[in-house]
Nanobody, 121 residues
């Protein structure tokens, strides 16, 4: 069983910063791509940022220049540094990881439970 545990969400004022973390644990053989998605009320879930096992990143246009995705492969942990936050960044943020489980050949996508980020004055 693979578990993703998120932390770092909360309430912040516009212009402020937050750092989200997502730690993967369990019978992990290898982690490939990892990503953050978010979903605001009444809207579809959207990709925020993604990162490959080699460190290649991709961002949604709405967060480019403000957010930075990174990972620590030795700790199986994903991060999202969010700066210059805006009210429109308010959403539930979900992490995911494409994981090859120990002793198995297939790769499965695991999701965290989501963490609330609220940007408000």
């Amino acid at each position: 069983q693979v578990q993703l545990v998120e932390s770092g969400g909360g309430l912040v004022q516009p212009g402020g910063s937050l750092r989200l973390s997502c730690a993967a644990s369990g019978s992990i053989f290898s982690i490939y791509g990892m990503a953050w998605h978010r979903q605001a009320p009444g809207k579809q879930r959207e990709l925020v940022a993604a990162i490959t096992s080699g460190g290649v990143t991709n961002y949604a246009d709405s967060v480019k220049g403000r957010f930075t995705i990174s990972r620590d492969n030795t700790k199986n942990t994903l991060y999202l540094q969010m700066n210059s936050l805006k009210p429109e960044d308010t959403a539930v943020y979900f992490c995911n990881a494409d994981v090859r489980v120990a002793s198995l050949d297939n790769v499965y996508r695991y999701w965290g439970q989501g963490t609330q980020v609220t940007v408000s004055s």
